[in-house]
């Protein structure tokens, strides 16, 4: 067992690629003094989740990352049972892993795809915050967050199973907020908007581009910048809440 210090971690969920949100957040939340693990998934992401291992190690923290298939009914108290012997229970959840097939339409939706969207998405994240705030001790100033993609804010079509269940997060955040505040434990979610992460080709980027009114697309670490306040302890006033930060994009 890895010596446990007096300070601050967060767990970290999908941050396998160095370009993506999830590595944007680890980097926060280091640069503010606390200890990181993060999850990516098994196989080809373990060699950029390693390099982002290295580089959190260099701002003076400890960080460990897990590869880890989410779909897998065990792996969220896997995981955290994991974290919690080795270190300790952090005092930030960051549910950052996403499952995305795009051209699902009501012509190729079936169970099968559903199904994994819904393991990603929505189990997974819910049964590891179930099992953080039972864990988490009265007092600490837990903090749990999730990344939503604004589809309250509108329809997303050829991404049914993504929008369906990415959108049951927004609800399970606000239940789950009143039944967590009680221990002092905050929960929310932000929607970062059209974020470039290496996704857009100059083609969507051209499209994109008149709908910023501040001239640009989103970038990893705008969202990491809020996610980083919001898992503050001058943010315990905040719960509840579905952030939309999209620099204004116009939908």
């Keep these: 067992m890895e010596s446990k210090q007096n300070r601050d971690s967060a767990l970290v969920t999908g941050a396998g690629r160095l370009k993506g949100i999830g590595a944007a ?109 039972k864990r988490c001790e009265a007092g600490r100033g837990g903090r749990i967050i999730s990344m939503t993609s604004g589809q309250s804010l509108g329809p997303m079509p050829g991404e049914l199973a993504y929008a369906a269940t990415k959108g049951g997060m927004d609800a399970f955040t606000r239940t789950l907020a009143a039944e967590a505040a009680p221990k002092g434990i905050t929960v929310n979610a932000v929607n970062p908007g059209p974020t470039d992460t290496g996704w857009m080709t100059d083609e969507i980027r051209k499209e994109l581009l008149p709908r910023f009114p501040m001239g640009r697309p989103g970038e990893p670490v705008d969202a990491a910048r809020l996610i980083a306040f919001l898992a503050s302890r001058e943010a315990q006033w905040i719960t509840g809440q579905i952030l939309h930060s999209e620099g204004g994009f116009l939908r």
């Design 25 to 133: 957040i680890c980097r926060a939340l280091a640069e503010g003094g606390a200890d990181i693990w993060f999850t990516c998934r098994p196989g080809p992401e373990e060699e950029e989740a390693e390099k982002l291992k290295r580089e959190l190690r260099e701002k003076g923290i400890r960080a460990r990352f897990s590869p880890l298939d989410l779909s897998d009914p065990s792996a969220p108290m896997k995981l955290l049972d994991e974290v919690e012997s080795t270190w300790h229970l952090p005092r930030v959840l960051v549910n950052n892993a996403a499952h995305s097939v795009r051209d699902v339409s009501f012509d190729t939706l079936d169970a099968e795809v559903l199904d994994v969207h819904y393991a990603v998405n929505l189990r997974a994240p819910l049964l590891l915050s179930a099992a953080f705030v």
